[in-house]
């Protein structure tokens, strides 16, 4: 098998086009206990706190224009204080889900950006959002890290909008249940390849779906339909056992891509995952954006090449 991450590194992206290539893994006899995900943050020194001013003015939203992220440390903290609240509060719908979801994904890029604001503006927020957001700027540092050129031309995609968070969710907790691979790892590769499925079309290596599948890797681990979110998810999970997922995670995900930033890409965001379920409601909002030469382009839900 190899699975492709199909979209460009840049300013606002947090993922990387990747041509590695992926090794057929050895099938067998897995224990059953479902490994535990664990990423250990770069330590980072003590950072300045951000006076208490800087968060005083309250960020109100525009859910009818395109979110933009601030310019500036105490702007960013605004914004995220309330973009955190949001992607938690169980009442709003999956459109303003992925509104907050699209800003988030600006401000973190914007941090990764200029990384002497991270610290400073994340120890602005309340405590229980830190550390998720502390892993998920180290998830798209890592990504940053696979590099990647701009491409020449926009690609033969079409843009669609994903199926609803509880039903991604319910997708990755059934593939847990069935083969023992952690739903977060599934999460995590699910939006690092396609935006939780956003992508329809093949990848530059001629990988498809939602999770990315070769054409031969699907004939050999896939089952169903490979642009179904579903059987993509599941077979995902198969693929991962048979590369050794259960008794090493990292191995089985150097197996679906082999770049050792990748894997720590989806071990971090896996541990965001972990420390708060919720985080997944920001990554659902996750847009997709295409590295050209004259910069990042953002293809909307609904967006095909003409």
Request: proline share 10%; with cysteine.
């Amino acid at each position: 098998m190899c699975v492709m991450t199909v979209m460009r590194a840049g300013a606002v992206l947090l993922a990387a086009a990747t041509l590695a290539a992926c090794a057929r893994p050895t099938a067998g006899q897995a224990p059953s206990a479902t490994p535990t995900v664990r990423y250990t943050p770069i330590p980072t020194a003590s950072p300045t706190p951000l006076p208490p001013q800087a968060t005083a003015t309250v960020f109100v939203p525009d859910l009818r224009k395109l979110p933009e992220a601030a310019n500036d440390a105490p702007g960013l903290a605004r914004q995220l204080v309330v973009v955190e609240r949001a992607i938690r509060d169980p009442n709003i719908s999956d459109e303003q889900l992925k509104w907050y979801g699209h800003l988030q994904q600006l401000i973190i890029s914007r941090l990764n950006d200029f990384p002497e604001w991270k610290e400073p503006v994340v120890n602005a927020l309340p405590a229980e959002y830190q550390e998720p957001l502390r892993q998920t700027m180290e998830g798209g540092r890592q990504l940053r890290l696979m590099g990647g050129s701009p491409a020449k031309a926009l690609p033969e995609w079409k843009i669609l909008s994903p199926a609803p968070s509880a039903e991604l969710l319910r997708f990755y907790r059934e593939a847990q249940a069935e083969f023992g691979v952690p739903w977060e790892i599934l999460a995590s590769i699910n939006l690092i390849e396609s935006r939780m499925g956003r992508i329809q079309g093949l990848s530059s290596a001629g990988a498809m779906g939602p999770m990315q599948f070769m054409p031969a890797t699907w004939a050999a681990y896939g089952k169903g339909d490979p642009y179904d979110p579903r059987d993509s998810i599941m077979s995902a999970a198969r693929y991962l056992v048979a590369a050794g997922a259960r008794q090493d995670i990292k191995r089985g995900i150097f197996a679906y891509n082999h770049s050792g930033p990748y894997v720590n890409a989806v071990l971090a965001y896996a541990e965001a995952l972990r420390l708060d379920p919720n985080v997944l409601r920001g990554y659902y909002g996750w847009q997709v954006y295409y590295w050209l030469e004259e910069g990042p382009m953002l293809l909307p839900e609904g967006w095909k090449r003409s």
